[in-house]
Structures are given as structure tokens and as C-alpha cells.
């Protein structure tokens, strides 16, 4: 079963990839376009893509979007945890009860899921109850745990909650969702920001239609990236529910650490009290129902109960 969402989530972070590099590539080029004045749209695209005029702002976008991405890939504990005060549990050097109750929790989930590697452990300090995962690959990964959700949760609950981040690191969901975070971050930043260097008055019909098109994919981009987030994150979410109970052997642990974090979240809106909104859609609860990258709490019940 593993393998199997393994292969799934290698191809769709291949198609990510490959959608992401196809729309730098036209917005790049658009922009090009405006910047050589060209005459008729067609004939600017070839004229591009022959090298016949040098792509200027198309090879910088991808050079500069290569960067970020890179740098977030070596950077992405500290800028997923920045923000707040945190603490990462060291196995073998846990100063506290606490520590080492988590820790043996963890122990525990990495021996009954039979893993050949041990994510890195963090307690980060907020007034809300969420957990989250991350990294590039399973063997530089990390969970997060509120200090809210620690001291609220039972013991199998916390435990449920990890084994639902660990089936993130399992499934390989960790990946896919970096990449659509930086990438939707650089496209949106980039058509927001950076095609109005070029976008001035022009007589010629091929620079004004695209700079027509770039435009309207001002409202269009972010309404891509939305579809494609919550696509991908809400299968998502119902697949480390379920590897959450495969790994308990029960599913009602998941069910009441979903009932009580989202009936924290149903007494205060702590949207404006996380400073960090780069691990807004890792959350295993969003924020906010409408619009969220994740499933409703109720729909995510129904499915560990297979109703």
C-alpha cells in the first residue's frame, strides 16, 4: 500500500514540477515579449524560443526560482520554525519528562512502522494546537508539536497525531508540498511584482496582447495555485489519517485529537497569532475551513469511521 502512494506522490510532484517550470517558462517569455516589443505574439514566442532574441527575463526567472528553491531546501527548518520559540528533542539528551515521554513516543512509532530512519523531534511554543511535518526527503525530516497540543492531548492522542505527520514523511507528502509551497510563492511574487518592470505603453499588437495576457493571469495564477493546493493536500490528509490508525491499530485516538484541536480552533481564531505563514498548509488543522488546503474536520472523521 506504502509503495504504492509513494509512486503516486513521486509522479504528481514530477507533474508539479514540470507545471510550475511550464508556467515560469510562458510568464518569462510574456514578459520577454513586452520587453522586445515585438510585433505579433507568435512571432515573439518564436523568435524567443529560436534564441534569435535572448530570453533575458525567462532565463533569469528560472535561474532566480532554482535559487529559492535550493535555498529553501537547505534552509527549510529555519523557515518553517521561525516565528516562534522552539526546541528540538534530542534523543538521549531530553532535559525533561515531557522530553522523554515524546521521544519514547516517537521511538515507538519508528519501530512499529519498521523505518529505517528517525525524523528530528521539535516542541515549538504557541497558544494553538497543531503539529506539523516537513523536509526534503525522509532521512532530513522533522515533526513540530505545539507545546498547546502536548499538554492538552492524552498520550495515544499525541501519539496519533505524530503517526499522522510520520505517514506524511512515509507517503513522501513532505516533498510535494515544499515544492508546491515555493513554487506558488515565486509564481505569484513574479507575476505580482516583477512583469511590471517591462509592462510600459506600446504600438506593437504582440507586445500589448501580452502584456493583456499577463494581466489576466494576475487573477488567474493564484486561483491555479488554490485549485492545485487543495487538490494535493486534502487527498493528502485523508491518506495520513488513515496511515495515523494503521499505525495505532485504532482509529478513535486520530478521532478525538481532530475533535479537540478543532474545537480549540472553534472557541479562538488564532489565524493572526501565527506569524509564519509558510506552514499554514503542513498544519495537520487549518485555520480556517473556507478555502482550506485541508479537508473539514467532519469529512476527515467520516472517513477513519468508513462511513
Same mark, same amino acid.
Given at each position: 500500500?506504502?509503495?504504492?502512494?509513494?509512486?503516486?506522490?513521486?509522479?504528481?510532484?514530477?507533474?508539479?514540477?514540470?507545471?510550475?517550470?511550464?508556467?515560469?517558462?510562458?510568464?518569462?517569455?510574456?514578459?520577454?515579449?513586452?520587453?522586445?516589443?515585438?510585433?505579433?505574439?507568435?512571432?515573439?514566442?518564436?523568435?524567443?524560443?529560436?534564441?534569435?532574441?535572448?530570453?533575458?527575463?525567462?532565463?533569469?526567472?528560472?535561474?532566480?526560482?532554482?535559487?529559492?528553491?535550493?535555498?529553501?531546501?537547505?534552509?527549510?527548518?529555519?523557515?518553517?520554525?521561525?516565528?516562534?520559540?522552539?526546541?528540538?528533542?534530542?534523543?538521549?539528551?531530553?532535559?525533561?519528562?515531557?522530553?522523554?515521554?515524546?521521544?519514547?513516543?516517537?521511538?515507538?512509532?519508528?519501530?512499529?512502522?519498521?523505518?529505517?530512519?528517525?525524523?528530528?523531534?521539535?516542541?515549538?511554543?504557541?497558544?494553538?494546537?497543531?503539529?506539523?511535518?516537513?523536509?526534503?526527503?525522509?532521512?532530513?525530516?522533522?515533526?513540530?508539536?505545539?507545546?498547546?497540543?502536548?499538554?492538552?492531548?492524552?498520550?495515544?492522542?499525541?501519539?496519533?497525531?505524530?503517526?499522522?505527520?510520520?505517514?506524511?514523511?512515509?507517503?513522501?507528502?513532505?516533498?510535494?508540498?515544499?515544492?508546491?509551497?515555493?513554487?506558488?510563492?515565486?509564481?505569484?511574487?513574479?507575476?505580482?511584482?516583477?512583469?511590471? $518592470? *517591462? +509592462?510600459?505603453? @506600446? =504600438? #506593437?499588437?504582440? /507586445?500589448?496582447?501580452?502584456?493583456?495576457? !499577463? &494581466?489576466?493571469?494576475?487573477?488567474?495564477?493564484?486561483?491555479?495555485?488554490?485549485?492545485?493546493? $487543495? *487538490? +494535493?493536500?486534502? @487527498? =493528502? #490528509?485523508?491518506? /495520513?489519517?488513515?496511515?495515523?490508525?494503521? !499505525? &495505532?491499530?485504532?482509529?478513535?485516538?486520530?478521532?478525538?485529537?481532530?475533535?479537540?484541536?478543532?474545537?480549540?480552533?472553534?472557541? @479562538?481564531?488564532?489565524?493572526?497569532?501565527?506569524?509564519?505563514?509558510?506552514?499554514?498548509?503542513?498544519?495537520?488543522?487549518?485555520?480556517?475551513?473556507?478555502?482550506?488546503?485541508?479537508?473539514?474536520?467532519?469529512?476527515?472523521?467520516?472517513?477513519?469511521?468508513?462511513?
Amino acid at each position: 500500500m506504502f509503495d504504492k502512494i509513494i509512486q503516486e506522490n513521486r509522479f504528481k510532484t514530477q507533474c508539479v514540477i514540470i507545471l510550475y517550470a511550464a508556467i515560469f517558462i510562458v510568464i518569462g517569455l510574456l514578459v520577454d515579449i513586452v520587453r522586445i516589443n515585438a510585433s505579433s505574439l507568435l512571432g515573439g514566442f518564436y523568435a524567443l524560443l529560436t534564441f534569435q532574441q535572448l530570453p533575458i527575463v525567462t532565463l533569469c526567472l528560472l535561474l532566480v526560482a532554482c535559487g529559492i528553491v535550493y535555498y529553501t531546501i537547505s534552509h527549510f527548518k529555519g523557515i518553517l520554525l521561525s516565528g516562534n520559540e522552539y526546541k528540538e528533542i534530542v534523543k538521549g539528551f531530553e532535559e525533561t519528562s515531557q522530553e522523554r515521554e515524546l521521544s519514547r513516543i516517537l521511538d515507538e512509532l519508528v519501530r512499529e512502522a519498521c523505518l529505517d530512519f528517525r525524523p528530528k523531534l521539535y516542541l515549538m511554543e504557541a497558544p494553538f494546537m497543531n503539529a506539523f511535518a516537513s523536509g526534503w526527503s525522509a532521512h532530513n525530516s522533522l515533526i513540530a508539536l505545539t507545546t498547546t497540543l502536548v499538554r492538552n492531548l492524552k498520550r495515544d492522542e499525541i501519539k496519533a497525531v505524530m503517526a499522522h505527520e510520520l505517514s506524511h514523511i512515509r507517503h513522501e507528502d513532505i516533498r510535494l508540498t515544499l515544492v508546491v509551497g515555493v513554487l506558488s510563492n515565486i509564481m505569484l511574487l513574479v507575476v505580482n511584482y516583477g512583469v511590471y $518592470m *517591462f +509592462l510600459g505603453n @506600446s =504600438r #506593437e499588437r504582440g /507586445a500589448n496582447t501580452a502584456r493583456n495576457i !499577463l &494581466m489576466i493571469l494576475q487573477f488567474v495564477l493564484p486561483l491555479l495555485t488554490l485549485v492545485l493546493q $487543495m *487538490f +494535493l493536500s486534502r @487527498s =493528502r #490528509e485523508y491518506m /495520513a489519517d488513515s496511515g495515523a490508525a494503521y !499505525l &495505532m491499530g485504532d482509529s478513535m485516538p486520530m478521532i478525538r485529537a481532530l475533535q479537540k484541536i478543532s474545537g480549540s480552533y472553534a472557541q @479562538s481564531d488564532f489565524s493572526e497569532v501565527d506569524t509564519n505563514p509558510t506552514r499554514s498548509a503542513l498544519y495537520i488543522v487549518g485555520f480556517k475551513e473556507i478555502f482550506s488546503t485541508h479537508p473539514s474536520i467532519e469529512n476527515r472523521i467520516k472517513a477513519l469511521l468508513g462511513k
